[in-house]
């Protein structure tokens, strides 16, 4: 596996899309720091000097139908690496992994494509590994592995079992034999719950009610049965 450590990049992602040609399949970037981490839906990822921040570039094996079905899929690899050290670890759809409601970990997966075909896909993993004291901002809502097991843990033995992981469930993913439904259904944060989440511009409510084989998440509103693809859902307390 071949890894490459950077001390600052503006993104791993960004260095991943703008240099994929001479990469190889399933090569990671990893860096310190990131000057413009990105977030999904346009926010950005903020830098505190104790993440793990890595992207792994898929080349190959990648199929068209399959790319919505990903964010699980990574979500489930990272949610079996980490879950031995934190019991109480619960994926939030699409792909967020949560302590209590406090993310720990964000993926963003971005795909690089022209003329509606996909050359390859960025796999962006950030997940607070030391952090202590988060900022104001984010203080109640995230939260680090040092936080919830007193323990540190090794970077890039995470980063290896976390992209020799992905390798294989990808394999399973093309032959239809991915276990990713059912995993995050049994290790989901939101099922059962009440949630908000936005739909053609409105703020809905709803029951979130089932994970579909094609990853979309199946919400009960007082009157339909609504499904999401992609988006932020918020639990309703
Ligand atoms: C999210 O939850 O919004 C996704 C966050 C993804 C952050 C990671 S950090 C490494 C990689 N490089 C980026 O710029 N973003 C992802």
Redesign the pocket.
């Known amino acids: 596996m071949k890894i490459t450590q950077f001390e600052v990049l503006d993104?791993?992602?960004?260095y991943i899309k703008r240099n994929y040609e001479k990469l190889d399949h399933f090569e990671v970037i990893s860096t310190n720091h990131?000057t413009e981490?990105?977030?999904?839906l346009g926010?950005i990822?903020l830098d505190d000097g104790d993440s793990l921040?890595?992207?792994i570039l898929i080349k190959n094996d990648i199929k068209m139908e399959n790319i919505s079905q990903l964010p699980l899929v990574v979500a489930m690899v990272i949610h079996d690496t980490l879950y031995p050290y934190i019991p109480d670890l619960l994926i939030k759809w699409p792909n967020?992994l949560v302590v209590h409601d406090k993310k720990l970990c964000?993926?963003?997966i971005e795909s690089i494509s022209s003329h509606q075909e996909i050359h390859a896909v960025v796999v962006?993993?950030?997940i607070n590994l030391s952090t202590q004291l988060f900022p104001e901002s984010i203080k109640e809502t995230a939260t680090s592995f040092f936080l919830e097991t007193n323990q540190s843990i090794s970077s890039s033995l995470l980063i290896e079992e976390i992209t020799s992981k992905l390798k294989i469930e990808l394999k399973y993913l093309n032959q239809n034999k991915s276990q990713f439904v059912s995993y995050s259904k049994k290790h989901s944060f939101l099922l059962g719950k009440k949630i908000s989440f936005i739909k053609d511009s409105k703020i809905m409510h709803g029951i979130a009610q089932d994970i579909k084989a094609n990853g979309n998440l199946l919400v009960k509103t007082s009157h339909e049965q609504i499904e999401i693809s992609t988006g932020e859902v918020h639990l309703i307390k």
């Open positions: 993104s791993t992602n960004s990131q981490g990105k977030g999904r926010r990822w921040l890595f992207s967020d964000g993926i963003l962006g993993i950030g």
